[in-house]
């Protein structure tokens, strides 16, 4: 059974850091591309970074977060990470650990990120 366990969602004032952890299990982590996603309130979840399966690869950043957040991930630990610093208000919202394995995509549970000004 697919697993993916986020945490590391808190409350932070504008300007600080935070860095989110997603547990993964099930499957045969070192071999998909892994992405995050994020949900703000009254908005559609968007893709926020994407990491290749090997590690150094490909990986990409939404347009919002690009230069502010860094994505990775420990093949050994079968563990995703997301290092997110400068936060902004517009940066609220849960954050989704997600997988696409052929014909199926799987998201773990979110983890709550509020910004406060």
């Known amino acids: 059974e697919v697993q993916l366990v986020e945490s590391g969602g808190a409350l932070v004032q504008a300007g600080g850091s935070l860095r989110l952890s997603c547990a993964a299990s099930g499957f045969s982590f070192r071999t998909y591309t892994m992405s995050w996603y994020r949900q703000g309130p009254g908005k559609e979840r968007e893709l926020v970074a994407t990491?290749?399966?090997?590690?150094?690869?490909?990986?990409r950043y939404g347009n919002s977060v690009r230069g502010r957040f860094t994505i990775s991930r420990d093949n050994a630990r079968n563990m995703l990470f997301l290092q997110m610093n400068r936060l902004k208000p517009g940066d609220t919202g849960g954050y989704y650990c997600s997988v696409r394995i052929p014909a199926a995509g799987f998201w773990g549970q979110g983890t709550q990120v509020t910004v406060h000004a």
């Open positions: 990491i290749a399966a090997v590690v150094p690869g490909q990986i």
